[in-house]
Nanobody, 119 residues
């Protein structure tokens, strides 16, 4: 069974940085892509970034482009989200997810990690 586990969340002031990690603690698998999503209180879950396993091709939401960087270490079965210049509007629960195919129907999700940015 695949088990995605996020870590690295916390509280920072605006302008600060955090690095989130997403590790697979379950059976080894090779997803087509992995990504990050977030959900703020009272809002729908939104896409943040994703990376395709075979090519390292990345894609970001406009709201985080230039501030966040997604990366992965296949040997460690771990994905990262480096978040710089954080803003209060980045406050949310961040989830990692994996999709097995290019249909982008994310099949596996982590439990989430809280990121709080104060002004």
């Amino acid at each position: 069974q695949v088990q995605l586990v996020e870590s690295g969340g916390g509280s920072v002031q605006a302008g600060g940085s955090l690095r989130l990690s997403c590790a697979n603690s379950g059976r080894t698998f090779s997803p087509y892509a992995t990504g990050w999503f977030r959900q703020a209180p009272g809002k729908e879950r939104e896409f943040v970034a994703r990376i395709i396993r075979s090519s390292d091709n990345t894609f970001y939401a406009d709201s985080v482009k230039g501030r966040f960087t997604i990366s992965r270490d296949n040997a460690k079965n771990t994905m990262y989200l480096q978040m710089n210049d954080l803003k209060p509007e980045d406050t949310a629960v961040y989830y990692c997810a994996a999709t097995l195919t290019s249909t982008w129907s994310y099949d596996y999700w982590g439990q989430g990690t809280q990121v709080t940015v104060s002004s």
